[in-house]
């Protein structure tokens, strides 16, 4: 979709000439639904979303356009021509009808400072303003679901709201705790019709403790993950060196390791660590000039010494004719095996189950195990089969019901969807503990009918980190209020492994990174649809050249959106399932690619906003080419009786890109950049595609090179680390670019 913008944008930028332009204070009072145009600076790029902010020197009014924004950045001069519109107490230019940039890379005006008394009123609507010396009133770290979240500042009177957009490099950071100067857009959100002022962050850079401070500008990073040790990772706006408190226990830090050098791309090992560990970690960078930023605390886990077994169930037949060597198992009654798992705790077993009945005595099992000394708890919906959850008889205080309605300070709790059991997570011995998780809840209809997929894997790390989130939710912490406090990389009998908790873990950016991650097939297995961000992600994945195949049980019939768009870019490989109830949350990436990473995305969440925002969801990421292969079978199955034709048959060719990095060194200059980098590229590479990933893995710029040597505009990327990947048919070129202004 994007490869279009630029076209369109010059031909209605040709369409507006002769447009009569008028100042935006005189757009301001025009009357609602008055098609004006205006000429400014704009104030912000996509950091904010699809909306841009513009400002000349009368006034600041906002301009929304999900599709023709998106080439818009920061400091470009504008004209656009829009409908006046009250988005909720905003002011808007909804819908656009055309837009030209006139020109780029213009400095921005300096903001105008405000109290929180004085600021947050419409007369600053849209305006770039800067309050100072004020505190945020919550503590921890900044922590968004769905498009944002709000955080009150205070200066000891009066209190304004700032709300932090997920799209920022904000989410994930710790909150300051001391003074801080914060500078943004003043937005508005009243459905009231009143009131709802907001201060709108674009980034790190808009939030400043004073002097001159590194800023940690990303979440800390785990790799090189062995019994006795880990490498973490973070990237800094500015140069610092480099320290990492940790402990296990989140409230004494009591070891620490450091590197004096000053860089903003910072890498440190932990050694001597224990295996099967939970360690809680804090970095810090001190500036030159003896500043400090801080990260938040950061959960991480060393390997454990377990087997790593993978057992993966499901209760509708599966395709073996597809399989690479390990036959994916049809078990037709998953009650039996839940049982066993049940029987042969020793010690501690904490179940987490939207629903459950005792139809087929998995609470006898549960009561069972609980007489012969095992620790047994359960968490369930408040929506949990009453005659099940009273005959549930575990001990006093060990069985609880998630809380519903209204949030303190506002907004609604979601469901507590989980489904996960963990086995024996306090035993000392590693081959004892186990997770069993997937699609399924605990009912006779669920287990037995219901499409679905089950698995159990026995690792003391993974079981460790299961009950660390059910501890937060027994504890009476549910939805919203959750913290991301659990670690997600894990190795696993030689696999690598992710673990990530909805809603604090902001799980979709994982699905769509896996999404963004295939190279050359994908299968998706959802029970609902309604995202449309997965919905674009998937087409562009199409774009370039992945064969996409893909089965929804439901969606939502009065925002069809999400499915309008796969049912045009995938056309006959999309089927919504028949019946009974299709269940599944699976994502598989690459399974005919084993060495393109394949992945297996599994759990109880699904493409819904109500999972991304509100639920409690769980999800897995496996990475391995023969887990890959086993669902993969179990996708042809169900896809070919939809009426689908498998038509990957056959290995790629693929060549991991570890192999050719070191063989094909790419050449750009300068490095360290600031605001562009030129590409030079090698003899008849010419037409291949270049990438920008940041430190995590995600992609966050890619273009087509036509020329021998390119030059790249960098506006809108933090400074940073990024690896620079430039494709070709033949060969992959590779680099490290570094940003800092």
Known sequence: MKKLLFPVLIAIGIHSAGAQVVSIATARTSPLGSTVTVRGLVLNGEELGSIRYLQDNTGAIAAYDFSLMAPVMAGDSMEVTGVLYNYNGLLELSPVTSLTIINSGNPLPAPEPVTLSSGWVEGYEARLVQVSSVEFTATGTFSTAGSGTNYDLTDGVSTGQVRVLTSTNIDGTAIPEEEVNVTGIMSQYAPGGTGGYQLLPRGLEDISTGGNPPVISSVLAQSNITTSSFTVSFETLYEGNTIIYYGTSEDALTEDVADASLTVAHSIDLTGLTDGTIYYLKAASVSATNDTSWSPLTAMATQSNSTGEMRIWFNNPVNNGVSTGTNAFYNPDFVDTIIWFIDHALYSIDMAIYNIDNENNIINALNDAYLRGVNVRFIADDGVNAGAYAALNIGPGKKIKAPTGELPGGGFYGIMHNKFIVIDAVSTDPDEPWVISGSTNMTDAQLKVDKQNMIAIQDQSLAKAFRAEFEEMFAGTFGPLKTNNTPHQFIIGGKEVELYFSPSDDTESQIKRVIAESDYDMYFAVFTFTRFGISYDIESAIERGVFVAGIYDETDPSNPLAIDILEGAMS????????????????????????????????????????????????????????????????????TDEGGTIVVDGFCDFVPVSHLFAEAPLQFFPNPAQQSVAIELPLGSEGGLLQLLDISGKEVFHQRLSQPTSVIELHGLANGMYMVRYTTPEKIYSGRLIINR
């Open 572 to 639: 006959s490989t999309l089927f919504q399932a028949s019946g009974p109830i299709f269940h599944h949350k699976y994502l598989i990436s690459d399974p005919y690619c084993p060495a393109s990473d394949p992945m297996v995305l599994t759990g109880s969440h699904n493409w819904s906003t109500s999972a991304q925002v509100r639920n409690d969801e769980n999800t897995l990421i496996i990475h391995d080419s023969t887990i890959a292969n086993i669902y993969y079978q179990e996708f042809a199955q169900r896809y």
